[in-house]
């Protein structure tokens, strides 16, 4: 199973400013990762996909980027409706695996 | 609009069996791969299963792989999950969602505990 991990754990951050949120996969991936994020007593929302491509309705301070194994979440200007938990997942191969997430909590 | 509807979740104790059962609309079910997701409280995501439109190929974590079978009834636009021989450390939400690379459609899940 690939194995993903994100980094940091923990994000500490202000309104407006800017988020990078790393995964790493334990071999490559090609571009086959997502991006989601979740709130307190919510169901996961969708964000990325393909590494790069914004899902229906996700504004444009989400950007993705990456490929084989190092891959970034970037949230230019935080909004205070951004503090929350985001996990990668990969489904290039037939088990798809998530990354342990990382917290962006106001700081 | 998309819409699962799972049920099935129970409080069950360590070693016993659940059947988790998920109702799909919305969408076309018998030409879409579906998948179960679960997360623990408090704790993070783990993808659990993936089936084909036709059932002819099933994908499993390690974790999981035979205690849980994964099977779906086209006729009736509905997902399953068996799980046997439950262990403490399956205490989760479970979620059936459509698709099998990334998962633009939650539902709200079904809670299976497990403990004695």
């Known amino acids: 199973e690939i194995v993903l991990t994100q980094s940091p754990g923990t994000l500490s951050l202000s309104p407006g400013e800017r988020a990078t949120l790393s995964c790493r996969a334990s071999?490559?991936?090609?571009?086959?990762l997502a991006w989601y994020q979740q709130k307190p007593g919510q169901t996961p929302r969708l964000l990325i996909s393909?590494?790069?491509s914004r899902a229906t309705g996700i504004p444009d301070r989400f950007s993705g980027s990456g490929s084989g194994t190092d891959f970034i979440l970037t949230i230019s200007r935080l909004e205070p409706e951004d503090f929350a938990v985001y996990y990668c997942?990969?489904?290039?191969?037939?088990?798809?695996?998530f990354g342990q997430g990382t917290r962006v909590e106001l700081k | 609009e998309v819409q699962t509807v799972e049920s099935g979740g129970a409080l069950v104790q360590p070693g016993g069996s659940l059947r988790l059962s998920c109702e799909a609309s919305?969408?076309?079910?018998?030409?879409?791969?579906m998948s179960w997701i679960r997360q623990a409280p408090g704790k993070g995501l783990e993808w659990v299963a993936n089936?084909?439109?036709?059932?002819?190929?099933?994908n499993y974590v390690d974790s999981v792989k035979g205690r849980f079978v994964i099977s779906r009834d086209n006729a009736k636009n509905s997902l399953y999950l068996q799980m046997s021989s439950l262990r403490v450390d399956d205490t989760a939400v479970y979620y059936c969602?459509?698709?099998?690379?990334?998962?633009?459609?939650w539902g709200q899940g079904t809670l299976v505990t497990v403990s004695s």
């Open positions: 997942q990969q489904y290039d191969r037939s088990v798809r695996t």
């Open positions: 393909g590494a790069s």
């Open positions: 071999q490559s991936v090609y571009n086959y």
């Open positions: 969602l459509k698709g099998g690379h990334w998962y633009p459609d």
């Open positions: 919305g969408f076309i079910f018998s030409i879409h791969w």
């Open positions: 089936i084909k439109p036709d059932g002819s190929e099933k």
